[in-house]
């Protein structure tokens, strides 16, 4: 694929914008006006160009909604949503990261204002989690209470609860699924409002959101889905080895060790995970970050990761990784699980074949190929390709 960057992360996160393009959440000119302002060498201007295009999408959308255009502001909004959401991506330095969570609200608004102007109306809701609560929106399939089957998505380390419509959502709901989406601990609002970092037994937060759906009368408890994107991958298949409410898991992409995907070779490596013990780590620390010098991809990364663990040093975010792991009760998944991988995995590694193997349930795997324009990490950019084919395996399955 011709590159409009030089940059490959940068290439990567347009493709993912545009992307999002099949579920009306962005337009192909507007993204590719945006990128061709942007200066490569200027992280800022990443920010300000997104953000003035998503300002633009917003103040179109409330005059089409004040002129009572309902569908040209509905869709202006979900664009708008898409571009705040992509303007706020890569502010992650600390003296950032007010200027982040504002964006991100602007996003989050967007989204729901959108949301109102769907029939029937898609809902924002908050679930109850331990003390506190996890944002996401419920987009019941029709006006009828006729028990449905019900799609819970989840995102990975960067994504939100918004932009899983677009990754799934509206492709479940034109089957005439439920959807449910929302952010867990680390992830979109729940990290930047209700200041819940990530964490690994994310079966506590799955069954939380099953204890939630199952009281709706229009849901179908006995054919209740999960799908989780990237680092979802991981969290929906600790939360099947536990929650066996579940009765299909589907994986894109698959992970078996979080940490083993994001590091690579080093990840056995004798010599760096002695350094990852000391309790001297300064060496260690000062050593990454000179790494991220230059290189956006790496600094993001641990950049990304110090702000959604919550935590301060490089080596403390490696050690963090290390618990994201299902050697301890993968044998426990039972359900059919829908295991996805992309030709160009870049972000993950051989991590969907290791965790394929491992399973023990009835199984599938899933590639996407460079052939097909979707083989880049989670289909990004072939979203109706993507959604067709991972919601016919679930049709056939649920029947």
């Known amino acids: ?41 200027d992280r800022e201007s990443w920010y300000w160009e997104w953000r003035k295009t998503a300002e633009l999408n917003k103040r179109n959308a409330d005059d089409c909604l004040n002129n009572g255009n309902i569908v040209s502001a509905r869709t202006a909004y979900l664009r708008a949503s898409n571009y705040y959401r992509t303007a706020e991506f890569f502010l992650r330095d600390k003296n950032e990261l007010e200027t982040a ?82 952010d867990g601990p680390g992830q979109g609002m729940a990290l930047r409002e209700q200041k819940l970092p990530f964490r690994p037994d994310w079966e506590k937060v799955v069954t939380q959101v099953v204890d939630y759906l199952i009281e709706k009368e229009e849901v179908d408890a006995d054919r209740i889905a999960m799908i989780g994107y990237s680092m979802g991958g991981y969290l929906v298949a600790r939360a099947a080895a536990f929650e066996h409410r579940i009765v299909a898991c589907i994986a894109n992409s698959g992970i078996y060790s979080f940490f083993d995907g994001i590091m690579g070779e080093k990840a056995h490596s004798p010599e760096f995970l002695r350094m990852l013990d000391k309790e001297n780590a300064q060496e260690f620390n000062a050593g990454i970050r000179q790494m991220t010098k230059g290189n956006l991809s790496t600094w993001w990364k641990i950049q990304n990761g110090l702000f959604t663990f919550q935590i301060k040093t490089p080596q403390e975010l490696m050690n963090a990784y290390r618990a994201y792991t299902l050697e301890d009760c993968v044998n426990n998944i039972s359900c059919p699980v829908l295991i996805c991988d992309s030709q160009e995995e870049h972000f993950l590694g051989n991590q969907a074949h290791i965790l394929f193997d491992k399973l023990k349930c009835k199984k599938e795997f899933m590639y996407f190929t460079k052939e097909e324009g979707a083989s880049l990490h989670c289909q990004c950019g072939a979203e109706k390709l993507s959604g067709n084919r991972i919601l016919d395996w679930l049709d056939n399955l649920l029947k």
């Not at 940068?10 to 945006?34: K, N, S």
């Not at 449905?148 to 709901?173: C, H, Q, S």
Request: glycine share 8%; proline share 3%.
């Open 1 to 41: 694929m011709k590159r409009i960057f030089d940059d490959f992360t940068l290439q990567y996160e347009l493709i993912r914008t545009m992307g999002h393009v099949a579920f009306d959440g962005a337009d192909i000119g507007e993204c590719l006006e945006t990128a061709g302002k942007i200066d490569e060498s």
């Open 101 to 182: 969570i504002e964006t991100a609200r602007m996003s989050s608004y967007s989204f729901e204002k959108a949301c109102k102007l769907f029939q029937p109306e898609y809902k924002r809701i908050q679930i109850p989690f331990e003390k506190s609560y996890l944002p996401g929106y419920y987009f019941k399939a029709n006006y009828t209470n006729v028990k449905k089957p019900t799609i819970i998505a989840m995102t990975g380390y960067d994504g939100t609860a918004e932009e899983l419509y677009f990754n799934i959502g509206a492709a479940g709901i034109a089957r005439g699924y439920n959807v449910l989406t929302f």
